[in-house]
């Protein structure tokens, strides 16, 4: 089983870390979620055919659903010897967080018994060396950086589960609990000074549970409403150059939007849940939506045009045999899409 992992580490490379440069160029960033190893993965040549310069996993990777490492170090390794997968792995670097499926066990959190071992066996899926300081750090919290200088990307990459408190659930729906945390202390202050002293020109915060959508049917950031609540302050008093939300967990693919006070620019954040399986679209649930829910096989990708006159961001949600479910354009003038945006924002220039 190890000599498995091992080999697929050839393929890995340095998968995880921060990248090289990039060429100049348009900069194509693909991502997905809630993959089971164990079920038919056919949305693999169609993520290829896009070409992205980088995927993103957005949790729920594998369904190990245990507390047994040996039976999770399985599930990897049947992962990672996924023909299409591994074409994926040829072609572009992979970095990403987990979810509750690939971490424990369903909706676990900070309690879990065996979270240290968990986290040993998801860097070697990213292919994390055996000596790099995420190896000691409680939780798998960790920036990715795609491109150089103007077209500088930065992923920042959030663990919702290794510090997350419990959540509160009342006659089968939960509950919002102002007390209750996702991503603990350390992380926030993490979070706060990659924000502030970032000079990418897009930064992409990537998180297992949706932030956005405030339903309390579903797990989402809604449960935590200070936690949530944190974090939209934190990007208004950043004010990072041209930030998107990226997340999967919910079975469906959407495009949600919102405005923060503060802020000159919408808030997007595009959901690409799931890879395997998928539930059925709905039509309410969510008042951030932009467009209809998508509920078939899907990934997403954000496409990112480097122009003079500014930068275009084009957001979508893609299936199998070249679907195109959703799509959304947003172009920011040059003044912000720049590394300097947000330090000039908040000087006051």
């Known amino acids: 089983m190890r000599f498995s992992l091992f080999c ?128 000691q750090q409680e939780g798998i919290y960790r920036s990715y950086t795609l491109g150089q200088g103007n077209h500088k990307v930065k992923i920042l990459l959030l663990d919702g589960l290794y510090h997350r408190d ?60 200070a936690a949530r609540k944190r974090l939209l302050q934190l990007l208004a008093r950043t004010q990072p150059a041209i930030p998107l939300l990226i997340s999967g967990d919910r079975h469906v693919g959407e495009l949600s939007k919102t405005e923060i006070k503060g ?14 399986h998928y539930r059925e679209a709905k039509k309410d649930g969510n008042r951030y939506r932009v467009g209809e829910q998508v509920g078939a096989l899907n990934f997403g990708v954000l496409h990112i045009a480097w122009t003079g006159a500014g930068t275009t961001v084009t957001m979508q949600v893609r299936g199998d045999e070249g679907k195109l479910y959703l799509q959304e354009s947003y172009t920011y003038p040059a003044t912000h899409a720049t590394g300097t945006f947000n330090k000039a924002r908040r000087s006051g220039e």
């Open 166 to 225: 419990p959540l509160t659930t009342l006659f089968g729906l939960y509950v919002p609990n102002s007390h209750a945390d996702v991503l603990g202390e350390a992380q926030w202050q993490w979070l706060e000074q990659e924000l502030t002293n970032s000079d990418a020109a897009v930064h992409i915060i990537a998180t297992d549970l949706q932030v956005l959508p405030t339903s309390n049917s579903y797990t989402n950031w809604s449960a935590y409403p």
């Open 8 to 135: 697929c580490f050839c393929l890995l490379g340095l998968a995880g870390l921060p990248a090289a440069a990039q060429p100049t160029g348009n900069t194509t960033i693909a991502f997905g979620s809630c993959n089971n190893q164990s079920q038919p993965q056919p949305l693999w040549d169609d993520i290829v055919q896009a070409k992205p310069d980088l995927w993103v996993w957005l949790g729920d990777n594998i369904y190990a659903d245990t507390d047994d490492m040996q039976l999770m170090e399985h599930s990897y390794a049947r992962q990672l010897q996924v023909p299409g997968y591994q074409q994926l792995l040829q072609i572009c670097p992979v970095t990403g967080i987990w979810s509750d499926h690939d971490y424990a066990n369903d909706n676990a959190d900070k309690n879990s018994a065996y979270k240290k071992q968990s986290q040993q066996l998801f860097l070697n899926f990213m292919g994390i060396p055996a000596q790099h300081p995420l190896r």
């Open 263 to 276: 802020y000159p620019y919408p808030l997007y954040e595009l959901t690409s849940s799931g890879m395997t």
